[in-house]
């Protein structure tokens, strides 16, 4: 019987629980299958048992989950907007927890201080809150220059007007969009965040941004008659790096496992550097 903690830490790690009936390993604990006949002696049982036990416990995924060094931390910060940043959330969750990424949903913009953000590796933005005051914005700028992650996404390139700095850290700043269902270009396959990804291909809002920064390095455009479109681009900011996409303005890209796929890549990358990871390995 799994006990109230296991149930609760179950999710958060990924974790599918079993009972001793249908795990090979607790069964062969319990009682070894017998061979010829003849049992093996309880203290050649109890041994085999322990060391079973023992590599499960020191497996490397079990070590790094029960430790957190693999289990990166991220905060996504939403708003009450059009685009309904917490249902994106419920559909991004479940997606990428077992994949040992955590969340935090907030609305609060009061929670992008020094304090707050030390506990994430990584800083997700899926909002359309329009200003940010100077002590949040240098908490936020600081974060990602000492090593955290930013992944603003879609219209989070329309985030904090007041913030030239914000717009110069994003990459860009949205203009305009229409609609329609299109396919992007692949046009850095061989980054990191691009690995083992096909392009994506969804119903979606056309940004068009403007504003651009040139210090960046594009993965994939979005392309029509007007020519290519930047979609999805990589930066740093002093030991951080920022992690850009123009997808996802509803539930139809949101639930596509091409986009779940792009994130996890985008998170992961961002969050390399993060100082926060080491502490709580530490």
């Known amino acids: 019987m799994k006990t109230k903690t296991q149930k609760n830490l179950a999710p958060r790690l990924g974790l599918r629980w079993q009972s001793a009936a249908a795990s090979p390993l ?20 109890g041994a085999t048992a322990f060391a079973l036990l023992l590599l499960t416990i020191l497996s490397p995924a079990a070590f ?52 707050y953000l030390a506990q994430f590796d990584c800083l997700m933005i ?22 955290g992650g930013l992944a603003p996404i879609h219209c989070a390139s329309y ?5 030239s700095n914000y717009i110069e850290l994003v990459g860009a700043q949205f203009r305009r969009h229409g609609t329609g269902t299109f396919k992007e270009t692949i046009v850095k396959a061989d980054h ?15 940004y068009v941004h403007h504003r651009h920064n040139t210090n960046r390095i594009v993965l994939a455009e979005r392309r029509d008659d007007s020519g290519p479109e930047p979609w999805t681009w990589v930066r740093e900011h002093g030991k951080g790096r920022v992690f850009y996409t123009a997808w996802g303005h509803d539930q139809r890209t949101w639930s596509n496992a091409g986009f779940h796929a792009l994130l ?3 998170v992961r990358w961002v969050a390399a550097n993060s100082p926060n990871q080491l502490k709580r390995q530490n």
């Open 64 to 115: 790094a989950a029960e430790r957190g060094g693999d289990t990166l931390r991220v905060l996504f910060l939403g708003d009450r907007g059009h685009h309904k940043p917490a249902d994106r959330f419920a559909q991004l969750q479940p997606a990428l927890t077992p994949r040992n990424i955590e969340f935090t949903y907030t609305e609060a913009m009061t929670n992008l201080n020094t304090a």
């Open 159 to 163: 985030c904090f007007l007041n913030s």
């Open 264 to 266: 996890e890549n985008g």
């Open 192 to 206: 990191p965040v691009m690995t083992g990804l096909s392009a994506i291909e969804s119903w979606d809002e056309t």
């Open 26 to 45: 607790l069964r062969c604990g319990a009682t070894c299958p017998k061979r010829r006949g003849a049992s093996l002696p309880a203290a050649v049982q």
């Open 126 to 147: 899926y909002a359309n809150t329009t200003r940010i005051s100077p002590e949040q914005e240098k908490a936020m700028l600081d974060f990602v220059a000492a090593g």
